[in-house]
């Protein structure tokens, strides 16, 4: 089992949609919780942090829920610029990152 | 503030070949990682430092990858010999400290391709 599990892509989504992105990991442990972007050919950037209280950065709503080990992401309003791979991310003590495998998110006008 | 830096950006090698990148933290940054990014899976750690100390290396495939990061700034990453499988982009990333909810900005990468 892979300790960081995204739902499969990719995403197709017109212009203003909706999008929901899913993510389960495994280690009880992990301590720290994020969704990265990665545009094509690019390197990872954070997103935003994810807190069990919930946390929304304009059109972008994250929760986490410890008990189910269960990462979210919201986009509303999608944007063409948000066409881009979405990575769910758990960090370990010591600072280690844990990488999902990416959710490829496609937004056509 | 200037970015993390790696070279190459692309290298192009034979299998059984020797081949190896280099990466210049985020000035200040005393926690230092290496990443591994095969095509269509996210980033898996190779190797962390912490100023010029080994972290975490359990990922390494201590049979053909060595790391250091002598003076404890920039760090090389080195792979030899060369398998078809080690095909990746290679991801050097740096942090203030290794504690959590401490941000990684991780470079623009090496992309390797093993023919």
């Known amino acids: 089992r892979k300790e960081v599990e995204q739902d499969p892509g990719p995403f197709n989504v017109p212009e203003g949609a909706t999008v929901a992105f899913n993510c389960t990991y495994s280690?009880?442990?992990?301590?720290?919780f994020f969704w990265y972007r990665q545009d094509c050919r690019k390197e990872p950037k954070l997103l935003m942090s994810v807190y069990s209280s919930g946390n929304e950065d304009g059109r972008f709503t994250a929760q986490l829920n410890r008990a189910s080990q269960y990462i979210s992401l919201l986009i509303r309003d999608s944007k063409l610029s948000d066409s881009a791979t979405y990575l769910c991310?758990?960090?370990?003590?010591?600072?280690?990152?844990?990488f999902g495998q990416g959710t490829e998110l496609s937004v056509k006008p | 503030e200037a970015g993390v830096a790696q070279s190459p950006r692309y290298k192009i090698i034979e299998k059984r070949q020797s081949v190896a990148f280099w990466c210049n933290p985020i000035s200040g940054h005393a926690t230092l990682y290496w990443y591994q990014q095969i095509l269509g899976q996210g980033p898996k750690l190779l190797i962390q430092?912490?100023?010029?100390?080994?972290?975490?290396d359990s990922q390494l495939p201590k049979d053909r990858f060595s790391a250091e990061r002598l003076k404890g700034v920039d760090s090389t990453l080195k792979i030899q010999p060369a398998k078809l499988e080690d095909s990746a982009v290679y991801l050097c990333?740096?942090?203030?400290?290794?504690?959590?909810?401490?941000?990684?900005?991780f470079g623009p990468g090496t992309r390797l391709l093993v023919l």
């Open positions: 990333a740096s942090s203030w400290r290794m504690d959590r909810q401490e941000t990684q900005y």
């Open positions: 430092f912490q100023n010029n100390g080994v972290v975490d």
């Open positions: 280690n009880s442990a992990s301590q720290s």
């Open positions: 991310v758990v960090q370990l003590q010591g600072g280690k990152l844990i």
